[in-house]
């Protein structure tokens, strides 16, 4: 019986020759005598058999690479970039696979001339710039390499995802150069700032001083303008009692040597009771008695005209 049916197992095994798997994240490209025929979408399909081949499987996933290259400035330094760069198939369209699978002979001949692009590109751009100005450049090289080589990868059937520089170096000598800048940079900095703060103490300082005197000179102007007032408040006061008490005196036809001569002894015993110093000098002569009685004489005159 099997025997009868060859013919059918013979089919059978032709079918299932033709079937074939292509992964999610895959398109199959198929040829037939050499020729691009069609593509195959992810999952189960069917090709002629003996007659149509899997020329590629093209990735439609996002794919890495990382580059370490040189270029040199306008000033002829050495610069070393370390950059990422992130790219994918555009579509997956027919025409986008197609041009995909024949563009280039394999994966590492796209790989070469990807790469060897984007280091041109930035060569030429560093080539323009001085050496100064480059860790300062980073986002325009980036945009710079992504305008001029998006161009390019579209004719490929790729599209740049993104492009990072993750490090930019210079020679030795450069480098030892720019810490020695950066040093006297803080340093100046560091001088400039402690100057700044020296200055801010010292001014605050003298403002503090002057306020200080300032105060000073008005507590002393205002306590001897007090004491000025008293004294004369006091002489007033005197000068008053005395007149107010020789005019009683004149009233009553009492002679007015006597009043003046008890205010003269009260006021020694209150400077004897109540002075800071020591000693008191008098003159207890009868001619000095009498030299003191006709100064309170003419005292008491006096203040009696004003």
Do not use: C
Request: net charge neutral.
């Amino acid at each position: 019986m099997i025997l009868s049916y060859w013919w059918l197992l013979l089919l059978i095994v032709f079918v299932f020759s033709g079937l074939v798997t292509i992964n999610q994240g895959y398109i199959g490209v198929v040829t037939m005598f050499g020729k691009y025929q069609r593509i195959l979408r992810p999952g189960l399909n069917f090709k002629i058999p003996l007659l149509e081949q899997i020329y590629k499987k093209v990735s439609i996933q996002n794919r890495s690479v990382e580059m370490e290259f040189q270029a040199v400035t306008v000033d002829q330094a050495n610069v070393y970039f370390k950059s990422m760069l992130l790219y994918s198939v555009q579509n997956a369209d027919e025409d986008t696979i197609r041009k995909v699978a024949f563009k280039f002979f394999s994966d590492r001949d796209l790989m070469q001339a990807l790469v060897r692009t984007i280091e041109g590109n930035i060569r030429a751009f560093v080539a323009t710039k001085k050496q100064s100005e480059i860790l300062g450049l980073r986002r325009d090289i980036v945009e710079f390499v992504k305008e001029h080589v998006d161009s390019s990868l579209e004719e490929w059937g790729y599209h740049l995802l993104d492009l990072q520089i993750n490090d930019i170096t210079f020679d030795q000598a450069i480098i030892e150069s720019m810490s020695k800048v950066v040093a006297s940079n803080n340093l100046k900095a560091a001088a400039e700032n402690e100057g700044q703060a020296l200055l801010i103490t010292k001014t605050k300082a003298a403002e503090a001083d002057g306020n200080s005197i300032k105060i000073a000179a008005e507590a002393e102007r205002l306590a001897a303008q007090l004491r000025g007032q008293g004294v004369a408040l006091f002489r007033e006061e005197v000068a008053r009692g005395m007149s107010q008490a020789a005019e009683q005196m004149k009233q009553a036809n009492l002679d007015t040597n006597v009043i003046l001569f008890s205010m003269w002894t009260e006021a020694i015993k209150n400077f004897a009771e109540y002075g800071k110093g020591n000693v008191i000098f008098l003159d207890g002569s009868s001619e000095g008695m009498a030299r003191t009685m006709r100064e309170i004489m003419a005292m008491q005159q006096m203040d009696a005209k004003k």
